[in-house]
């Protein structure tokens, strides 16, 4: 029988786990399957932190069903009853700008009514529609890619605090094509994003379904009863036997044919042998790893940046906030040059966040634009945060609660030239036979494509194996 060891139980190791079970049952095989995680807690990025009431995301608060992947995993663990949908409330988004919240316009009126963009702003963005096409053979930024299809304020005013809300990121350092391979494909298919919004929604429409394009994420947010941990702690349930946490995995190599780890728990060292190692760590943590085996796959793989991202969650009674939290929450662009990138009102988009009487605020601090904020202690971050809310939104009340969740490595960064690297390490994994790399560092960092990335690599070796057999 074969063994497969996964290293890493965030969402990606155990869905690469769930996956390879499936694979194995519908060939009626059978595989020996082993987790290591080196917290004494699965999930990785996804924890929720239960405290006097309140449910707090250490990390992500859910994920959108634009993309079928989640929702379809969440209905094969038979767990739909356990899905919480965000309330209405989660479409109405804000930028802060010149002092004020601004409501993110929704649909043309609405755009054309909102004084976030000036008159200028505007008729640049109504441009978007004869703008010149993309530069050929380059892997464009996604701070080019805005200024020439919707001119320098769009990208200050909404391209920028979208990128920061999602990777606490650069826009003139990502690559449009490894962040939102959905919109580069969007612009070469139709000719503009405009072009592309309305035949799209025109192919939905034919399709029978009633969902209207927005300016925010499309799909609904959602998440569990009791927050995103309940799918890491279901996925992890089902390995049951195979998991072992609080092993930490320092080196693979290979011997004799096998790949072998050494491993480490409580001081103690062992190893194992395998015939498919799924590394499904940060790219970090599988650089470290891999030195002694490839050291130019080793290379390629630290050359992959993390933004630190800090959460601040403050709970309040609502009576005292000031504030009627009437949505999802906001961001700021950088040039607001404010201390905190945003913050969501969680208890708004699932009201079971807080207790009856109170309300979740979580702000988000640090990302490329202040990695040196994220870093600062617990009760330094917490007046930074106070004070911001107040500037921000005039929440000036005493939290009933506080809580700060530091993320040193949080959100890898797709960088201009991300695709070449990816190319240089799928070189280097076809040298490494049995050695498979999957986690939100290389196609996605969304829980949807965290889950359909595992699906492939589970596929991908259930087939690799049947072909050797
Ligand atoms: C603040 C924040 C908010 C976010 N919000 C959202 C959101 O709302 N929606 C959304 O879709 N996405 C969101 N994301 C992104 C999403 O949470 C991540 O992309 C996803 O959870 C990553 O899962 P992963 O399994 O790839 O990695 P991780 O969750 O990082 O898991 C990797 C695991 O590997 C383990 N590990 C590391 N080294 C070793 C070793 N040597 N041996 C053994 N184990 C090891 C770690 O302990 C960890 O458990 C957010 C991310 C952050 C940081």
Known sequence: MKRIVIIGGGISGLCTAHYLVREFLESGKAAEIVLFEAEKVPGGKMRTIRESGFHMEWGPNGFLTNKPYSLELVKELGAENRLARSSDLARKRFIFSGGMLHRLPENPPAFFRSRLLSLRGKIRIAGELIAPGPPAGVDESLGDFARRRLGAEALEKLIDPMVTGIYAGDPDRMSLRSCFPLIYDLERKYGGLVK??????????????????????GGILMSFDHGVQALTDILAGNVSGGLHLGVKVDRVVRREGKILLSLEENGLRGEIDTDVAVIATPAYAAAEMLGSLDSSLQTALAAIPYSPISVVALGYDKGTLGNPLDGFGFLIPRGERRKILGALWDSSVF????????????????????????????????????????????????????????????????????????????????????????????????????????????????????NNE
Do not use: W
């Open 196 to 217: 592309g919004m309305i035949s799209l929604q025109r192919e939905r429409r034919k399709a029978g379904e009633k969902r209207e394009m927005s300016a925010g994420p």
């Open 351 to 466: 009201p079971n966040r807080a207790p009856e009487g109170k309300a979740l605020i979580r702000a988000m601090v640090g990302g490329v634009r202040g990695p040196e904020l994220a870093a600062l202690p617990s009760s330094e971050l917490l007046a930074l945060v106070r004070s911001e809310l107040s500037a921000t939104m005039g929440v000036t009340a005493e939290p009933v609660l506080s809580r700060t969740f530091f993320h040193e490595r949080g959100i890898p960064q797709y960088l201009v030239g991300h695709g070449k690297a990816l190319s240089r390490i799928e070189e280097r994994l076809a040298a490494n036979p049995g050695i498979h790399l999957n986690s939100n560092a290389y196609r996605g960092i969304a829980l949807n494509d965290c889950v359909l990335q595992s699906r492939l690599t589970a596929e991908r070796i259930a087939r690799g194996i049947a």
